[in-house]
């Protein structure tokens, strides 16, 4: 593919229509006669409209309250729609919400949030946390919601995901969204819970998890995991040649993960681990590396510490002290062939390294004023104790990197929740951030939210947030033969306009409408220096985007969970008309789970659209449509629980961008799989 080729969508008729007509058909049938199972999550068989009143968030505030009153536009997934939908990965239960999407360049996945998605960005413009515990790491700021991902979706209680601009809370990252996950409690496995699945493409894969608790209040929550996937052998059209095997990678698209996890909570006092190990290998062929060799891979290892207390110290008082060691390790294998022309080949492996080691500390604290204000006031302090990137040929030994770094950045926020009057709230709050690579940053949000009648709620939301310049778009550079460092770059920044309304339909159903508008400047991107050739980060560009956003969601107690959304964006650069490459311009879902037979067995239905994207290379990939199906059997009293997926099911042909480190305009994504899982509990 090249110049303004494009990626048709095609699809596979096999009897799909007539499938899809009645599966639709059993979930708007009359509702089971027999009680439904248990459900661990609060809150499942209230209405919606009640929802509206009583679900709590925390994320957006850092204290809770409820979802009406807090000042974003908010999306919570349940451990029931995790399990009832069957995802795998958390790129999965994203690309499932209102205004995101994914982009998978068969090494890692990347998150595009209304819009935006840089190919290639390491997702640094989104903020992970999990149990409040940043998970974007030092060195590129990172985080990794594929198969990498450090903590298994199985131990999940419920992630929120909360729209816009935090850096006024949370600092760098928080530029687009922030994906807080709360994780599950000993409470909610009871001894030991067994694990396995299997699937398409080779997967296989294992958990053991244990839960706990004692008499003294002290309750403790273990997990191990592992898994692989051996992947595909791929075509690709771009290398169809002889000497590259027709253009068929073999062998090299496997990825295999470890994960071990532990958290003991006694009251307001928590400790919490975790470590996890994934690789990937390549089949890509990407900066020009030898295709079809196996020894092309990444691998991503996440370790963290974490202790915290949360508790009342004073009436209508509440302190939050947490501190967290974290440390990762990245190490690449890229094979080239240094051969001149003519000449046999001459394989050499290329080893590519970031190693990182921190310490976080927050302090926080939170009062209750009068009746219905709330005052937070806290800090945060990071030290970055190593920050290192190496880059070395193995054999024979040469060296083209080995930076070693360290830094610090500290922040003080302020916080304050008004109740103007019984219908009407002011969410204030601004952080002043300094860092010791660029100097300080200060970003204010304010929220104006209002009840004018019941059932009825508005919010108007203004912030600000930057994304701090990282280790490795300030320092890496490769001794000059392709890129060099650029320690004067300076911060990204956002402003971000939105109107939300959210409004109860009946009692069952309520329905949202955003319209938002954002700025992003001083765009951090990597560049060709025409003085000397060398590629380099600089502060290059601006992009303006424009959208709405459309949801209406239904519940029947447990019985039937319905959301339909459609998100439409229009992003531009500001000094011109040229569309934001991998941005589409729609996308629409409908997400339904429903109880389908009298025995406790639940049916989840997505139906994912996503428009046409633009390409780096001046192409542009098809629009398509995903139908994903999954089936829970869950057998009341039983000690197993069975569930069976099938992604893609009308096995749909489509495809992702490619980035600029590729020479493919695009990359075909995966076609039908299948998944069995099998659950064994006490």
Not at 591 to 612: C, D, I
């Amino acid at each position: 593919m090249s110049g303004r080729s494009i990626v048709r969508l095609r699809s596979r008729q096999w009897p799909g229509t007539l499938l899809a007509g009645l599966i639709l058909a059993a979930m708007a049938g009359p509702a089971p006669s027999t009680p439904a199972a248990e459900d661990p999550v609060d809150y499942t068989d209230l209405s919606l409209a009640d929802l509206m009143q009583t679900d709590v968030v925390y994320g957006a505030s850092k204290f809770e309250q409820e979802a009406k009153d807090a000042p974003s536009s908010i999306t919570i997934v349940t451990a029931r729609e995790i399990k009832g939908f069957g995802y795998r990965t958390l790129a999965e239960v994203l690309a499932s919400v209102r205004g995101f999407y994914t982009t998978y360049d068969r090494n890692y996945e990347y998150l595009g949030v209304r819009g935006f998605g840089r190919p290639g960005d390491y997702n640094s413009r989104v903020l992970v946390l999990i149990d409040g515990i940043r998970l974007n790491e030092n060195v590129y700021d990172a985080t990794t919601p594929d198969t990498a991902f450090p903590l298994d979706l199985d131990l999940i209680q419920r992630i929120e995901i909360i729209r816009g601009p935090s850096s006024s809370l949370y600092g760098t990252s928080a530029v687009f969204a922030i994906v807080n996950i709360i994780t599950k409690s000993a409470h909610e496995y009871e001894g030991i819970q067994v694990t396995g699945h299997a699937g398409s493409f080779g997967a296989l894969g294992g958990q053991i998890a244990a839960g706990s608790y004692a008499e003294d209040g002290i309750s403790v929550l273990v997990s191990a995991s592992a898994g692989r996937v051996r992947g595909q052998d791929h075509y690709f059209a771009e290398f169809d040649d002889p000497l590259t095997n027709n253009g068929v990678a073999e062998d090299c698209d496997e990825a295999t993960w470890q994960r071990l996890f532990g958290r003991v909570d006694r009251g307001p006092l928590h400790l919490e681990a975790l470590l996890s190990t994934g690789r990937k290998h390549v089949p890509t062929a990407p900066w020009g590396t030898i295709f079809n060799d196996s020894r092309t891979r990444t691998e991503d290892d996440n370790r963290s510490i974490a202790a915290w207390y949360d508790g009342e110290v004073a009436s209508r008082t509440r302190l939050l002290t947490r501190v967290a060691y974290g440390s990762y390790d990245y190490d690449g294998a890229w094979v080239y062939d240094y051969a001149d022309e003519g000449d046999p080949p001459a394989p050499v492996v290329m080893r590519d390294n970031g190693i990182g080691r921190w310490l976080d500390s927050e302090l926080q604290l939170t009062r209750q004023v009068g009746g219905g204000h709330m005052v937070a006031v806290g800090g945060e302090f990071r030290r970055s104790f190593q920050q290192d990137q190496a880059v070395w040929d193995e054999d024979p030994y040469w060296s083209y990197t080995d930076d070693r770094q360290d830094s610090y950045n500290g922040a003080v926020y302020l916080l304050g929740d008004v109740e103007i009057s019984r219908r009407v709230r002011l969410n204030l709050g601004v952080r002043w951030d300094e860092y010791s690579t660029f100097g300080s940053s200060t970003n204010p949000r304010l929220a104006l939210v209002a009840e004018p009648v019941d059932g009825t709620v508005t919010k108007f939301i203004y912030g600000s947030a930057f994304r701090a310049p990282n280790v490795f778009e300030l320092y890496y550079g490769d001794g000059g033969t392709t890129q060099k460092a650029n320690p004067d770059l300076q911060p990204e920044t956002i402003k971000t306009a939105e109107l939300v309304l959210d409004q109860a339909l009946g009692a069952a159903a309520s329905g949202s409408l955003s319209l938002f508008r954002y700025a992003n400047r001083d765009l951090i991107e990597q560049v060709e220096d025409p003085a000397d050739g060398l590629l380099v980060f600089r502060n290059e560009s601006a992009v303006e985007v424009l959208g709405a956003e459309l949801e209406v969601r239904y519940r029947s107690g447990s019985t039937l969970t319905a959301t339909a959304s459609y998100a439409y964006q229009d992003a531009r650069y500001e000094d011109g008309d040229l569309d934001l490459t991998n941005s589409p311009r729609q996308t629409a879902k409908l997400n339904l789970l429903r109880q389908v037979l009298p025995a406790p067995t639940t049916l989840g239905l997505e139906f994912l659209f996503f428009s046409a994207r633009e390409t780096p290379r001046g192409g542009h990939t098809a629009g398509f449509l995903l139908t994903n199906l999954n089936l829970v059997h869950a057998p009341l009293n039983a000690p197993y629980e069975l569930s069976i997926g099938v992604r893609n099911l009308f096995d749909s042909e489509h495809w992702h961008p490619g980035g600029p480190e590729l020479v493919q305009n695009g990359l075909r994504q995966d076609g039908r799989s299948f998944r069995l899982k099998v659950v064994i509990r006490p």
